[in-house]
C-alpha cells in the first residue's frame, strides 16, 4: 500500500512564503511522476502542478505559475512545493500525489494520478 504524508501547512501573511514537503513510501518513488493538487472550500480540487520522474521537467497550473515551484529529491522519497507571494485565494488544502505508472512525462489531468495522501492546509490572511 502506497502511503503519502504532506507536511508544512500552516497560516503564513499574504506575500509570504511556505514550503511543503510529501514523503512517499515504497522503494520505486523515482519511477513516478509526482504533482500537488489543492481543494478550497467549496470549490473543486485542482492540479497545481507537476513534475516528471527525474525532476527534469514540471509545470504548473496558471494561477500559480511564477510563484510557486516543485521539486524532488528522489534518494528521500520526497517531493516539495515551494510557494512565495502567497496570496489569500491559495487558501486550501493541499495534496500531493502519485501519478500511474503508465504516465511517462508530465502527469497533466487529475486521471494521471493514483495515490494520494491525507492533506495539508494552507491559510493566507490578508
Known amino acids: 500500500q502506497v502511503q503519502l504524508v504532506e507536511s508544512g501547512g500552516g497560516l503564513v501573511q499574504a506575500g509570504g512564503s511556505l514550503r511543503l514537503s510529501c514523503v512517499t513510501s515504497?522503494?520505486?518513488?523515482?519511477?513516478?511522476?509526482m504533482g500537488w493538487f489543492r481543494q478550497a472550500p467549496g470549490k473543486e480540487r485542482e492540479l497545481v502542478g507537476g513534475?516528471?520522474?527525474?525532476?527534469?521537467?514540471?509545470d504548473y497550473a496558471d494561477s500559480v505559475k511564477g510563484r510557486f515551484t516543485i521539486s524532488r529529491d528522489n534518494t528521500k522519497n520526497t517531493v516539495y512545493l515551494q510557494m512565495n507571494k502567497l496570496k489569500p485565494e491559495d487558501t486550501a488544502v493541499y495534496y500531493c500525489a502519485r501519478a500511474r505508472a503508465l504516465v511517462q512525462g508530465l502527469a497533466t489531468r487529475t486521471d494521471d494520478y493514483a495515490f494520494w495522501g491525507q492533506g495539508t492546509q494552507v491559510t493566507v490572511s490578508s
Open positions: 515504497g522503494r520505486t518513488f523515482s519511477m513516478y511522476a
Open positions: 513534475i516528471s520522474r527525474n525532476g527534469g521537467s514540471s
